[in-house]
């Protein structure tokens, strides 16, 4: 089945960000133009202290969340940098929405969800055209945003020990034949 768009989910560590990584590097050894945005976890020590958001063409970066005290909302322990997740994920969105052959986002979950600027670049981005690749937090389902999503047919594939080794490839030929 050909589709332009797929949705990733999947339990926390299961690999979601390394099947988008792959895919994007999938894309890159043929010629295809990928952008957008990845979320990954620093650790210092063996020891989750935050995440990091990357713009996927550029290498830009910024910090999503880290544990600690500071100004934003709260998920649990880490303090989200809104601020950060507009300057550098946003706009990485907005502008693989221009000229990429392939969009990602990494991930649409309660962190990025705080912010309108996202919701709407993720709006846009799956009410185009363009292709993409998104992955979603466990409990996604829970959010507006995505149910409107899986009701408009957008096709979700849960990440799975099993799976996660063909998962990328299976995703670049729905994507792209």
């Known amino acids: 089945m050909l589709t332009n768009k797929v949705l990733l989910t999947g339990r926390p560590g299961i690999g979601k960000t390394t099947a988008v990584l792959r895919i ?6 043929r010629g295809i133009k990928v952008g957008g945005m990845v979320t990954v976890e620093v650790r210092v020590g063996g020891v989750r202290r935050g995440f990091k958001i990357i713009d996927v063409a550029s290498g830009r970066d910024g910090v999503l969340a880290r544990v ?27 502008n693989a929405l221009d000229s990429a052959d392939l969009v990602v986002i ?3 979950g309660p962190m ?3 912010s309108e600027r996202f919701k709407n670049a993720v709006k846009r981005v799956f009410s185009s055209d363009r292709k993409a690749v998104a992955t979603l937090h466990i409990r996604g389902r829970r959010y507006p945003i995505v149910r409107r999503l899986i009701e408009e047919g957008v096709p979700v594939i849960t ?4 799976n996660r080794r063909r998962v990328p490839e299976e995703v670049f030929r729905q994507l792209f034949g």
Request: hydrophobic share 40%; aromatic share 6%; proline share 2%.
């Open 159 to 162: 990440i799975t020990v099993e």
């Open 112 to 114: 990025e969800l705080y």
């Open 106 to 108: 990494d991930e649409i």
């Open 24 to 29: 994007v590097n999938i894309c890159r050894t």
């Open 68 to 94: 600690g005290s500071g100004l934003g909302p709260w998920i649990g322990k880490y303090v989200v940098n809104i601020g950060d997740l507009e300057r550098v994920g946003v706009t990485a969105v907005l």
